[in-house]
């Protein structure tokens, strides 16, 4: 992934929400590697908002055992390892904290971060990964991306309209992995589905199936839960 162009301007605007946003809760940045940038990291911790940032396994660190390329530490299997105080990049030495994850894949996660919990370090990571899901199911899956309306009411009315839509099918998608017979009916072996979030199965049964086949069959099963 490509380095973000970090100019002063969307600095200055962080700085304005955490200003305004700060007086109800906690602010903390959340990004992927495109934001991995030292100067921004030395740029949150003086301005004291917090953050959790994926980094490249190819950046420089030392400390915790570390000295060199960060790819180069060695994990076993399902380890997550906390790093306290490092310094990274060779040239800025901007002392962080790293949270690192073994993954099967061999896609280790690496996270730099200003949080003092590794637990709370994962779980804003993987929640951004939850929203970023959701923005893929949006513009990927709705087309929002090809909308051309010039009239914001209109705009207004699409978009209620999406997100009912949007939420009918999540409410099918998340009743169908309580049975898991529903999911065999469009797994991936099947019908080609890669199936990685609620929303798409959703949209793959109601794909699959008639909507009033679907309905009286969740209907009933609510209704025999229920009994």
């Known amino acids: 992934m490509k380095p973000v162009a970090i100019s002063w301007r969307r600095l200055l605007l962080l700085d304005s929400l955490r200003f305004y946003l700060g007086m109800y809760s906690r602010v903390v940045l959340v990004a992927d590697r495109g934001f991995g940038r030292a100067s921004l990291f030395q740029w949150l911790l003086k301005t004291r908002i917090g953050f959790v940032v994926r980094v490249s396994k190819r ?61 709370e370090v994962l779980r804003s990571y993987q929640y951004r990964m939850w929203v970023e899901e959701g923005l893929r199911d949006w513009k990927g899956w709705f087309e929002l991306d090809r909308m051309r309306l010039s009239s914001s009411d ?62 009286k069959i969740i209907a009933s099963r609510i209704v025999w839960e229920e009994v």
């Open 59 to 119: 950046v420089w660190v030392y400390g915790g055992g570390i000295d060199g390329c960060l790819g180069g530490l060695r994990l076993r299997a399902g380890e997550v390892r906390w790093l306290a105080g490092v310094e990274y990049h060779k040239r800025w030495r901007v002392k962080v904290n790293l949270v690192v994850k073994y993954r099967s894949s061999g896609d280790h996660l690496y996270l730099a971060t200003n949080l003092k919990d590794c637990r």
């Open 154 to 215: 209109r705009v207004e009315r699409v978009l209620v309209l999406v997100v009912v839509c949007y939420l009918f099918t999540l409410l099918v998608g998340s009743w169908a992995e309580l049975n898991p017979g529903w999911v065999l009916l469009v797994s991936e072996v099947r019908w080609g589905w890669k199936l990685l979030s609620s929303f798409r199965l959703g949209l793959a049964l109601l794909r699959r199936l008639r909507l009033s086949e679907l309905s």
